[in-house]
């Protein structure tokens, strides 16, 4: 049979309607309500948003502070965002969210613009900003002030600019000509990948970008097109980018003392603790500590959990979820794609494109796509996006790992998706192609419907058979407890048990309306062949599972968050003339109630000799380990850390002190005080204790 006619479109533009469908979900879903609520949660949250804080209060842009002590494990990037958004709309919680939401809404268009490229279809566009902006997994991690999400963005510009070059359509047995401006664009990314996650932000896409090279060009021929990518510019551009703070913070904060180096004992490594006084600068504690010891498991101090391997992978379909159902069936596309016996099927989709003009276009107008040249694309436009799916998930197989670690691996799944649902739409005429995508897309929305209406039938049952509880009821007497889980980013969610789930009966009649409507909808649009309705309407179910999952968020965000505490002693933390301000002291990690230095202001900073001084900090009891520890190491750490005798030796006296402490969690039982102990407010499982009693 002969090969379709060629064909002479450009890569189809965003639709109007598109833009502003994807501004308006975002505004409803990342920048309305969601920036003001719930409160900001203890742990990295709130001390990401301290951060940011204090950096303004020193004006030091350099080097990082929390709660007055060197903050040295974290690049900067993050910081400067969200502290530049204080700078412009006061400190707030709505504030420190701002730079994450606009990351979300730059990543969906970034997305939009590689499926439009690499499909060749403006559905595909479309469908992959949808998918990210309604993935659970997206939407849980943008709430926290984590830079997770910047890093999807800046290896997704990344490998846009790369792919960008790739696709253009070279004359015949040369390579692809590659503009400068893609290669520089491409090492800026890489570069502010570095300063917002260290050096995963430059390997994951060289890495991604040499193995793709490799698989499709050979050793050789892989170096001569490296050779065009314009390396050395392209590396002094990183530099000009990446290299500034690097050296400034290393200047600002060199080794103290004469800490001691690794040792080799056993055939083990060990790390040597600093001592008061006696620390290695940041060079060390950044690149061998926070990276290096932190991959191989051997990081100090060990205030950290890791995720098994199997639920680290299994991840993947729960963040993407309900999008994950068809995750497996992209990748069988991709296996399939450029098998000959295709290649006159993959041209009806390439013909249809003449009808529609979402498909098949070359960068450069005038330029020809044949059947063949647009088939090796496509193929190719899958095994870059497989390649760059793998590479951060094996990645952190092999070493300590969060929940949110797979992050970077979602915007291609996300990609994958969307080109598997543009192509079950553009089979113009239907082929037996066509039909085998469609049954398989049914089958996959059959499971989904399956899925929810199991948890809708659950949640009925339960919803009918339980009351609504008293309203002063405090969510956290029905929790149980697992401390064990607690050094896991999602930890406290493992606490959730029947009893619990009463205060959350709004949230989950939303999600199983949702998780059942939405696929019930779904499949008896592909039942009628309605394939695009069918995507939007599962897009809808999503989304209504994120409202569902945020009001679910705020219920539970008192114990999370200690907001509520701080606002019910932040009145009487101003004493009458004449006494001391009050002294805020947390019987635990500073972490675990990190919202109360956030919300009360502490510190505050004053000048002396030229340089800022913390004032005011947050005390802590029995808690000197996690995000603090190393910094406190340093001669000039301000002396917060209490002990049960110096905080005896304190209780009587004139000052005030409000004592945070968990009821559930506690290092120890509360140290014997002299004098009377006054209960000042309790919320979420977490009291105010105070030497004072409240004032009127």
């Known amino acids: 049979m002969p090969p379709a006619p060629a064909l002479q479109t450009r890569i189809p533009k965003r639709p109007a309607a598109n833009t502003l469908v994807l501004l308006a979900l975002w505004i409803v879903f990342y920048a309305s309500f969601t920036l003001y609520t719930p409160a900001l949660l203890d742990d990295a949250d709130s001390v990401h948003a301290e951060v940011a804080r204090e950096m303004l209060l020193r004006h030091d842009w350099v080097t990082l502070y929390a709660n007055g002590i060197r903050y040295l494990e974290k690049a900067p990037?993050?910081?400067?965002?969200?502290?530049?958004?204080?700078?412009?709309?006061?400190?707030?919680?709505?504030?420190?969210?701002?730079?994450?939401?606009l990351t979300v809404l730059v990543l969906a268009f970034a997305l939009e613009s590689f499926a439009r490229h690499a499909f060749r279809s403006a559905r595909a566009g479309l469908y992959a900003?949808?998918?990210?902006?309604?993935?659970?997994?997206?939407?849980?991690?943008?709430?926290?002030?984590?830079?997770?999400?910047?890093?999807?963005?800046?290896?997704?510009?990344?490998?846009?600019?790369?792919?960008?070059?790739?696709?253009k359509v070279p004359p015949p047995n040369l390579e692809p000509q590659t503009s400068n401006l893609l290669c520089y664009v491409f090492a800026a990314c890489c570069a502010?990948?570095?300063?917002?996650?260290?050096?995963?932000?430059?390997?994951?896409?060289?890495?991604?970008?040499?193995?793709?090279?490799?698989?499709?060009?050979?050793?050789?021929?892989?170096?001569?097109?490296?050779?065009?990518?314009?390396?050395?510019?392209?590396?002094?551009?990183?530099?000009?980018?990446?290299?500034?703070?690097?050296?400034?913070?290393?200047?600002a904060n060199p080794m103290q003392g004469h800490p001691g180096g690794l040792v080799l004992v056993h055939g083990h490594l060990f790390v040597p603790l600093p001592t008061q006084g006696n620390v290695h600068g940041w060079l060390w504690f950044y690149f061998v500590n926070e990276q290096l010891l932190r991959y191989l498991n051997l990081r100090v101090p060990r205030d950290y959990d890791t995720v098994p391997l199997w639920l680290f992978w299994g991840l993947c379909l729960f963040w993407l979820m309900p999008w994950s159902a068809f995750v497996f069936k992209s990748l069988e596309h991709f296996c399939l794609w450029g098998r000959p016996s295709h290649c006159e099927e993959n041209a009806g989709i390439l013909r249809s494109a003449q009808n529609d003009n979402t498909l098949l276009v070359d960068g450069n107008e005038g330029n020809t796509l044949t059947n063949a040249t647009s088939d090796g694309l496509f193929s190719r436009a899958h095994l870059l996006l497989l390649v760059w799916a793998l590479v951060p998930l094996l990645f952190f197989s092999l070493s300590t790992r969060q929940e949110y670690y797979i992050l970077p691996a979602l915007p291609a799944m996300v990609l994958l998706i969307a080109g598997w649902f543009a192509q079950e739409c553009g089979w113009q005429p239907i082929t037996d192609r066509a039909k085998k995508i469609r049954r398989a897309n049914l089958r996959a929305t059959t499971v989904l419907l399956a899925l929810g209406a199991i948890f809708a039938a659950s949640a009925l049952v339960f919803l009918i058979r339980t009351h609504a509880p008293a309203h002063s009821t405090d969510?956290?007497?029905?929790?149980?407890?697992n401390p064990a889980d607690y050094a896991?980013?999602?930890?406290?969610?493992?606490?959730?048990?029947?009893?619990?789930?009463?205060?959350?009966?709004?949230?989950?009649?939303?999600?199983?309306?949702?998780?059942?409507?939405?696929?019930?909808?779904?499949?008896?649009?592909?039942?009628?062949?309605?394939?695009?309705?069918?995507?939007?309407?599962?897009?809808?179910?999503?989304?209504?599972?994120?409202?569902?999952?945020?009001?679910?968020?705020?219920?539970?965000?008192?114990?999370?968050?200690?907001?509520?505490?701080?606002?019910?002693?932040?009145?009487?933390?101003?004493?009458?003339?004449?006494?001391?301000?009050?002294?805020?002291?947390?019987?635990?990690?500073?972490?675990?109630?990190s919202t109360l230095g956030f919300y009360l202001r502490r510190p505050g900073y004053t000048q002396q000799n030229g340089q800022p001084v913390a004032i005011n900090p947050v005390h802590i009891l029995e808690g000197r380990s996690s995000n603090l520890w190393y910094g406190s190491f340093f001669p000039d750490a301000p002396a917060i850390f209490e002990t049960p005798q110096s905080l005896a030796e304190k209780w009587p006296g004139p000052q005030r002190i409000f004592l945070w402490q968990d009821m559930a969690n506690q290092p120890s039982p509360l140290p014997a005080l002299p004098g009377p102990i006054y209960i000042i407010a309790r919320s979420g499982g977490k009291e105010i204790v105070s030497n004072q009693p409240s004032q009127p």
């Open 77 to 101: 990037l993050l910081y400067w965002s969200m502290a530049a958004s204080f700078k412009l709309f006061g400190v707030s919680a709505a504030a420190a969210r701002i730079p994450l939401a």
């Open 129 to 167: 900003a949808l998918v990210l902006l309604s993935s659970f997994g997206f939407s849980l991690f943008t709430r926290i002030t984590i830079p997770d999400a910047m890093v999807c963005l800046w290896l997704t510009l990344a490998l846009l600019c790369f792919w960008r070059s790739e696709s």
């Open 192 to 251: 502010l990948g570095v300063l917002t996650k260290g050096l995963i932000g430059v390997v994951f896409p060289v890495a991604i970008v040499l193995i793709y090279l490799l698989l499709t060009r050979g050793p050789r021929t892989a170096i001569d097109r490296i050779r065009q990518l314009h390396p050395l510019s392209s590396f002094a551009i990183f530099l000009a980018i990446a290299a500034p703070w690097h050296i400034l913070i290393a200047l």
């Open 475 to 481: 969510l956290a007497q029905l929790l149980q407890q």
């Open 488 to 593: 896991l980013s999602m930890g406290h969610f493992l606490d959730l048990n029947a009893a619990a789930l009463v205060l959350f009966r709004l949230p989950l009649a939303l999600a199983a309306a949702a998780l059942f409507l939405g696929p019930l909808c779904a499949y008896l649009l592909r039942k009628k062949n309605r394939s695009h309705a069918a995507t939007l309407v599962l897009a809808a179910g999503a989304f209504g599972f994120l409202l569902a999952a945020h009001l679910g968020l705020q219920i539970f965000a008192p114990v999370l968050s200690s907001q509520q505490l701080a606002a019910a002693i932040a009145p009487q933390l101003t004493g009458r003339a004449g006494e001391p301000p009050a002294l805020i002291v947390i019987h635990q990690e500073y972490e675990f109630a």
